[in-house]
């Protein structure tokens, strides 16, 4: 269920075993956004309105699954963090995964102006150059050059859209009952 309240948008979801609702905020929307020449960029405040209270100034920022970066407030990150620490550091694919998506993660943080300083070795993995787009996620922004992003969606038509949504919350769904 969404809801608003204010300048928040929530997801509410209920959990089997609890009568309270778990409120968690997440993000919307996608916004357009420009890289200065020292790699700077300003968060958009549309983006910055939905940050968690208290949590609007510091983030870390990794490399995403796509040729994009996630910026995760830091109330994301920490679950995030303590989830993939807990994993079988035996496990060669668990070591695997850690040195991929940890390398190059790091704290960064708003300066006074509203800014956020891009990691050129992150800026260059991503592919930013002038032009980026800052698209929700859920609980994190992912951050596109414009160029990558535009040939993501354009990969896509809507019947593979429609294919790739019923593949996904179908399993979901039949992962949660049990089958």
């Known amino acids: ?29 996608e916004f357009e956004a420009t890289l200065d020449t020292k790699g700077r960029f300003l968060l958009p ?13 510091r983030f870390v920022i990794n490399r995403g699954f796509e040729k994009c970066l ?16 807990s994993l079988d550091d035996f496990d060669p694919d668990v070591r695997k995964f850690r040195r991929f998506f940890l ?14 300083l891009m990691p050129p070795n ?3 993995y991503a ?9 929700s996620a859920v609980d994190k922004i992912e951050i ?16 593979d859209f429609s294919s790739l949504a019923q593949q996904v919350m179908v399993k979901k769904t039949e992962k949660e009952q049990g089958s």
């Open 103 to 116: 390398n190059g993660a790091i704290e960064v943080e708003l300066d006074s102006a509203g800014r956020l």
């Open 1 to 29: 269920m969404l809801w608003q309240s204010g300048k928040k948008c929530y997801f509410v979801l209920n959990e089997l075993h609890s009568s309270k609702p778990l409120i968690m905020t997440g993000f919307l929307g």
């Open 70 to 85: 996630s910026l995760y407030p830091l109330q994301s990150w920490e679950p995030l963090f303590a989830r993939i620490s």
């Open 122 to 124: 992150l800026k260059e």
């Open 144 to 159: 596109w050059s414009t160029e990558n992003y535009n040939k993501f969606f354009e990969s896509y038509s809507p019947s």
């Open 127 to 135: 592919e930013l150059s002038k032009d980026i787009v800052l698209a």
């Open 45 to 57: 405040a549309g983006l910055k309105k939905q940050l968690p209270e208290g949590e609007n100034t």
